[in-house]
């Protein structure tokens, strides 16, 4: 099954394109330190690969009786594919981390098997 969405195109600032980043935070207002960190870290999988559309990241706070309770959630709109992520640490910021580096790798492979088209 397929399923159409409608993202809103990127912007551009001083002729550079800037990919569009959902930000959403379950239970909980995320401060702007941790939006611009989240922004600042995905930037860097549009430098990978050009055809990234856009981000949506989901932040969670799983159960408290667990130390590692903070979950973050990146899925990657490419065209023809989403890719996603889930990781789960002490911070959000370390989840974050983690995310970007499992989504890089999977950039990297999407980015071979089209040049082995």
Same mark, same amino acid.
């Given at each position: 099954?397929?399923?159409?969405? $409608?993202? #809103?195109? =990127?912007?551009?600032?001083?002729? /550079?394109?800037?990919?569009? &980043?959902? *930000?959403?935070?379950?239970?909980?207002?995320?401060?702007?330190? %941790?939006?611009? +960190?989240?922004?600042?870290?995905?930037?860097? $999988?549009?430098? $990978?690969?050009?055809?990234? *559309?856009?981000?949506? &990241?989901? %932040?969670? &706070?799983? =159960? @408290?009786?667990?130390?590692?309770? /903070?979950? @973050?959630?990146?899925?990657?709109?490419? #065209?023809?594919?989403? %890719? +996603?992520? /889930?990781?789960? @640490?002490?911070? +959000?910021?370390?989840? *974050?981390?983690?995310?970007?580096?499992?989504?890089?790798?999977?950039?990297?492979?999407?980015?071979?098997? %089209? /040049?082995?088209?």
């Amino acid at each position: 099954m397929f399923i159409s969405r $409608l993202i #809103p195109g =990127p912007e551009k600032t001083g002729g /550079k394109q800037i990919m569009n &980043v959902t *930000i959403s935070s379950l239970h909980f207002k995320a401060d702007y330190k %941790l939006e611009d +960190f989240i922004r600042e870290k995905t930037a860097k $999988l549009e430098t $990978l690969f050009d055809g990234v *559309i856009g981000c949506d &990241v989901t %932040l969670k &706070v799983g =159960p @408290a009786s667990n130390n590692e309770n /903070k979950i @973050a959630e990146i899925r990657v709109m490419i #065209p023809g594919n989403d %890719l +996603f992520a /889930k990781k789960q @640490a002490k911070s +959000f910021e370390e989840a *974050i981390d983690n995310a970007v580096d499992a989504l890089k790798s999977q950039v990297k492979k999407h980015k071979e098997k %089209l /040049k082995g088209l």
